[in-house]
Structure formats: C-alpha cells, structure tokens
C-alpha cells in the first residue's frame, strides 16, 4: 500500500536529488570556465 507520507519523502528525495545534480554541474561548468579565463590571460600575458 502506498501512503500519502511515503510518496512525499521519496518526492523530496527526488528533488534535493536534482538539486545536487544541478549544483555539480553549475559548480563544475563554473570552475571549467574560470580556469579557461585564467588559461587564456596567461597565454596572452606570455606573448
């Protein structure tokens, strides 16, 4: 049987699961981006 209390959690499982999944890749995509920006100054900087 299902009860209203156990959909909920698994709901709110569910979704802070998303949210870490999202978060991983918003820092991940940040960091990929912030190391570019330091590549390419330092690439320039050496011309």
């Known amino acids: 049987m299902d009860y209203p209390e156990n ?6 499982k569910a979704w802070l699961k998303k949210l870490g ?6 820092f991940f995509l940040k960091g990929m981006a912030w190391l ?3 590549f ?7 011309q």
């Open 7 to 12: 959909t909920g959690v698994s709901k709110w």
């Open 21 to 26: 999944i999202a978060g991983f890749l918003f």
């Open 36 to 38: 570019a920006v330091f």
């Open 40 to 46: 390419f100054a330092g690439k320039c900087a050496m």
